[in-house]
């Protein structure tokens, strides 16, 4: 069965920098283009950044266009996104998602605040 499970995540102050990680299984990997989306506290699901299934692609939400850099490899069946200048309003759960959002992880928490 699919599984995508989110690493990397914790405590940072702003302008600070994390890397998180999202393994997948269950699936072939390289035949999907997959996601980042994340929810803040309180509020709705917001989709953050995408990555065509080679990775020669890449598209951003414009709140962290010029900050957060997603890839992956392929070979490691892992998804990344390098987070950096990170803000208060950055603080959410974050969620690797596959393809059209068909499938998530169980999501890892990032916190922005000295």
């Known amino acids: 069965q699919v599984q995508l499970v989110e690493s990397g995540g914790g405590l940072v102050q702003p302008g600070g920098s994390l890397r998180l990680s999202c393994a997948a299984s269950?699936?072939?990997?390289?035949?999907?283009?997959m996601n980042w989306v994340r929810q803040a506290p309180g509020k709705g699901l917001e989709w953050v950044s995408a990555i065509n299934s080679g990775g020669g692609s890449t598209y951003y939400a414009d709140s962290v266009k010029g900050r957060f850099t997603i890839s992956r490899d392929n070979a490691k069946n892992t998804l990344y996104l390098q987070m950096n200048s990170l803000k208060p309003e950055d603080t959410a759960v974050y969620y690797c998602?596959?393809?059209?959002?068909?499938?998530w992880g169980q999501g890892t928490q990032v916190t922005v605040s000295s």
């Open positions: 269950g699936f072939t990997f390289s035949s999907y283009w």
């Open positions: 998602a596959r393809g059209r959002l068909e499938n």
